[in-house]
Structures are given as structure tokens and as C-alpha cells.
């Protein structure tokens, strides 16, 4: 083999499994390669150093600094990094099952934990006629007033996809949500070729029918990837912490420390900041009680914000 195919170049993680990884070179050709043993371990999303070993080999030699890390606990309980360099976390609800923003309230606190963008895509709104399309628009406006961009989508009647896809256009995003609001529909409404790229990959990679288990990190024809799996589907994003669950609240944390007493519980105290949004409206009281909620299940852990 020539030296020039040896020189050190950059790939994308694209799929991991175990040792094996599936690097894709700024061309778009995809190579079956494993990492040199020191340097950590590569996951989906990765930017890497890599270079050539042989026709559709190769070592990978470096992995560049990760934007962020969408990592679960392992059986230990420690992080384990999942996929790398995401930029966005798309929230996908829907009028059925009914919807909880609760739960919503949950990734989006996660995703601002996580320090990516956060997009609220409400899909089958086929299923209400104008009046509920209205009752819903205005229950989540409140999402749009602290700045969360918000899409409606009807995969069914092929409505409001375009301007997701525009959305998604230069992130790398994931999808999560509740069972049965359309997730695996929308990808395969977002990756037409789903198929053809899991193939195109095993056969690179020979790594065959394990691809469609680990997270991937598919590119999307408007641009952007998008980084998928069922088990990215369901990711349980979770806060740890109080101050990850008040920097989760875009709307509350500058108000933190604001109330008259420092032990204030934003219940009937007096001079409680939180309070006082609510009564000028910059603070929806779904928000805060969702909040607190989430507030006394830390507490329970024994973390007292
Ligand atoms: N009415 C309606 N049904 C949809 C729409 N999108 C998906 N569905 C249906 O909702 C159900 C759950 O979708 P699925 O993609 O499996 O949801 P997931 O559990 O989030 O992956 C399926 O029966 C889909 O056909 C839509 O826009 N409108
Ligand atoms: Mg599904
Ligand atoms: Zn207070």
C-alpha cells in the first residue's frame, strides 16, 4: 500500500459494536476499523483520527474532543458514554397517548443538561380536529414562550415534515419520546434508505445484522445526522442532581436564590420569587409544579437543592 493511504485523516464514528467500528471518511466511504488500544473508547458520533492498515481497514488513532455525551449508567452504575457530538434532542409527543409534560419537562431539563438544543415535535395531529388542534397548540405555547421551537407534524397525512427536516438540517440529533407517538414512523419518514444505509454498512464493516441494534448515526438527505437506535429511542435522560434539575428550568433558574427566604419551599411563603412569576405570568404554574415534583423526588435521594 502507497504511504499517502497511510497519512492520518478524520472519520465519523457511525456505528460501534464492541471493539469494531464503522468509520465513514469525508468522501463517504465507510471502513471496518479498531481503535489503538490508549486512546479511550470511540462511540457513535465520534470524530476520530484514523488511517489506512490495508483495503478497507484501518486503525483509528485519536478521537477529538466530543461537543457532548449522551451516556448511560452500566450495570455499575458509572457513565457510559452511549454517543457523541449531539446537538440537538427531538421531544416527540403526541395527541395519543395522552400527552405528559411532566415527562417532557423531564428531557427537556436532561437536554439543557446536556447542553444541546431542545425541539418539540408534536405528531398526529390528524387525530383532532380544529378545535383540539387549538386546545393543544395553546397548552404547549407556554413551551414556545421560554424559547423551545415547537413543529406539528401528521406523518399520516405527510404534513409539517419539511419543516422538521429543516430543523434537523445541520444538528445531530436524536429522537425520544413516550411509546406511540411515531418515533420509529419518523425515521423512517427522515431515512428512506434506512435500509440501504444499514447495508451499505454491514457490508463495509461485516459487522451485519448488529448495526441495527447500536446506536448509529445516520445522515439525513436535508443534511444533518441523525443518531438512532431503539435503545437511543427510549433513553431514560436523568438528572442526578439539584443543580442540573434547576439549570433544567430555563425560566426558573434565574430566579433561584431571588425569594425572601433561603429556605423558601414556593408553596405559601411570602417574597417567593417563583410565586411572583407566576402572578406576571413569565412562569407557568405546569412548570413549576412539574418542578417541584421532580425538586422532591431529589429530595428524597437525599439531594436537597
Ligand atoms: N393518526 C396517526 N397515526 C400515526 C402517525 N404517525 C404514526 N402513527 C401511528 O402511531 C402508532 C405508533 O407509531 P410508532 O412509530 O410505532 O411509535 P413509537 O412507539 O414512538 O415508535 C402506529 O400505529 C403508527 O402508524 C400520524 O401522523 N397520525
Ligand atoms: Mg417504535
Ligand atoms: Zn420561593
Not at 43 to 59: A, E, F, K, L
Not at 145 to 153: C, K, N, Q, W
Amino acid at each position: 500500500m502507497d504511504r499517502a493511504a497511510e497519512r492520518p485523516q478524520d472519520g465519523l464514528v457511525v456505528v460501534r459494536h464492541g471493539a469494531d467500528l464503522a468509520i465513514e471518511d469525508p468522501h463517504g466511504r465507510v471502513w471496518h476499523c479498531l481503535a489503538r488500544q490508549n486512546i479511550g473508547h470511540p462511540v457513535c458520533g465520534d470524530r476520530v483520527v484514523w488511517q489506512r492498515t490495508g483495503p478497507d481497514r484501518g486503525v483509528v488513532t485519536a478521537i477529538q474532543d466530543r461537543a457532548s455525551v449522551l451516556a448511560r449508567p452500566d450495570y455499575s452504575g458509572r457513565a457510559k458514554p452511549l454517543a457523541a457530538n449531539l446537538t440537538q434532542v427531538v421531544a416527540v409527543l403526541a395527541p395519543q397517548p395522552e400527552p405528559s409534560t411532566y415527562l417532557l419537562d423531564q428531557y427537556l431539563a436532561a437536554t439543557e443538561h446536556l447542553g444541546v438544543k431542545a425541539l418539540i415535535a408534536c405528531n398526529k395531529m390528524d387525530l383532532l380536529d380544529a378545535a383540539g388542534q387549538a386546545v393543544l397548540t395553546e397548552r404547549l405555547a407556554l413551551y414556545v414562550r421560554i424559547g423551545y421551537p415547537l413543529v406539528f407534524l401528521s406523518l399520516r397525512e405527510g404534513q409539517g415534515l419539511r419543516a422538521l427536516v429543516s430543523r434537523l438540517s445541520g444538528e445531530t440529533s436524536i429522537l425520544v419520546g413516550q411509546s406511540g407517538v411515531g418515533k420509529s414512523s419518523l425515521v423512517k419518514a427522515l431515512l428512506p434508505d434506512l435500509a440501504i444505509q444499514i447495508g451499505r454498512l454491514s457490508q463495509a464493516t461485516g459487522l451485519g445484522r448488529h448495526t441495527t441494534s447500536a446506536a448509529t448515526c445516520y445522515r439525513l438527505h436535508g443534511g444533518g445526522f441523525l443518531i438512532d437506535s431503539p435503545g437511543v429511542r427510549s433513553f431514560r435522560l436523568t438528572l442526578d442532581e439539584p443543580v442540573e434539575l434547576v439549570n433544567g428550568f430555563r425560566e426558573i433558574a434565574p430566579l433561584i436564590g431571588q425569594c425572601r427566604f433561603a429556605n423558601c419551599r414556593h408553596d405559601r411563603e411570602p417574597g417567593c420569587a417563583l410565586k411572583a412569576a407566576i402572578a406576571t405570568g413569565e412562569l407557568h404554574p405546569e412548570r413549576l409544579a412539574n418542578f417541584l415534583h421532580l425538586a422532591a423526588a431529589l429530595e428524597r435521594a437525599g439531594k436537597r437543592y
